[in-house]
């Protein structure tokens, strides 16, 4: 346990570095040379630091970038840890130099992440006030109308996060048929979910389809945040279901359910996603947002601001760093990218 401690601060310097190299593509409209930048400088920082560590989420095959693959062993040698990253969520919100995309990674000792697939999950997320209030098993209506009670609130007062995708255009027609207020964001699910348990944050409900390791991120954070999440897998098929590789596909996500042994469709439980509570998650900026801000470089300096969270101690920290770039640093930048 004392060795988790005293390795928190090494994930927040993996997933600075991340942000900082994918700074150099905000704006540039090349999503995959910005998540392959990040990936590579993530990569390099894990490899140098002193922990032994399998990647059990990824990301890249849904969205054709490169990616830490799920198996991939990184660090140099220590404790075992199972290590879950998106080195980018919202590579669209970086390519085109729009708000709240971030670098994240969590890490916790072996077999307490639940290694998901890189498909599709249905999510919903609260804060702790309304933890005992969500069960994916019901109609979305329902939960509502609970999360509503237990949030002492009129129905018509709840604020709904959700992805703007044609997907929901239904549940989206459901809630203003309920005069709720909808908050439609074009990605990055992370951000967006965690607002649901920030006191500053009126958003009291996440909900939609979006992606599986994406998912189980948020869980570690909304876990030591003491809010409640639940996900169920959800088949490509599904969310596509007029793609023509769309059977294909699903065939596959089966046969990768079946093989770490869990069902698509099934309801999971937040002790499903993230077992216990010695993990660490780290989430730094890349693009200004409205959890944190994003990297800003004036000639050789740079700054980033790092959401840091222990489960262990439900320690949340804020860490905003400033890194001075001098040649070398520049020198090693253009060998990862």
Do not use: W
């Not at 390519?95 to 969590?106: D, H, R, Y």
């Not at 609130?153 to 809630?175: C, F, G, P």
């Not at 897998?233 to 079946?258: F, G, Q, T, W």
Request: charged share 25%.
């Amino acid at each position: 346990m004392l060795r988790m401690r005293n390795i928190v601060f090494e994930f927040s310097r993996i997933t600075e570095q991340g942000a900082l190299a994918a700074y150099k593509y905000i704006g540039r409209y090349d999503k995959n040379a910005a998540d392959g930048a990040a990936v590579k400088a993530m990569r390099y920082m894990m490899n140098i630091l002193d922990f032994n560590g399998e990647i059990v989420i990824g990301e890249g095959e849904m969205d054709e970038a490169p990616m830490l693959y799920i198996g991939e062993k990184v660090g140099k040698g220590g404790m075992n840890l199972d290590i879950a990253v998106d080195p980018i969520d919202g590579t669209k919100l970086v390519s085109e130099g729009k708000n709240n995309s971030v670098c994240v990674l969590a890490a916790a000792e072996k077999g307490l992440i639940l290694k998901a697939p890189d498909m599709y999950m249905e999510k919903l997320a609260v804060n702790e006030t309304a933890k005992d209030a969500i069960d994916l098993d019901l109609p979305l209506k329902d939960n509502l109308l609970n999360i509503a009670t237990a949030l002492n609130k009129e129905i018509s007062d709840l604020t709904v996060a959700i992805l703007d995708r044609e997907r929901h255009e239904e549940t989206i027609n459901m809630m203003k048929s309920l005069n709720i207020k909808i908050y439609t964001f074009s990605d990055g699910d992370i951000v967006t979910g965690l607002l649901t348990c920030m006191p500053f944050s009126d958003v009291d409900v996440l909900y939609g389809i979006g992606g599986a390791p994406e998912g189980v991120l948020l869980a570690t954070a909304v876990r030591a945040l003491g809010g409640n999440m639940q996900g169920k897998l959800i088949p490509y098929s599904k969310v596509y279901p007029n793609d023509s590789n769309c059977k294909e596909l699903a065939k596959i996500e089966k046969e990768r359910c079946a093989e770490i042994g869990v069902k698509i469709g099934k309801k999971l439980e937040l002790d499903d996603l993230v077992r216990g509570d010695d993990f660490i998650f780290s989430l730094t900026g890349i693009t200004n947002g409205d959890l944190v801000q994003g990297v800003h470089r004036v000639n050789n300096m740079a700054t980033t601001e790092t959401l840091l969270i222990r489960g262990k101690s439900q320690t949340i920290r804020i860490i905003k760093s400033t890194h001075l770039l001098d040649k070398k640093d520049d020198y090693l930048l253009d060998l990862l990218l």
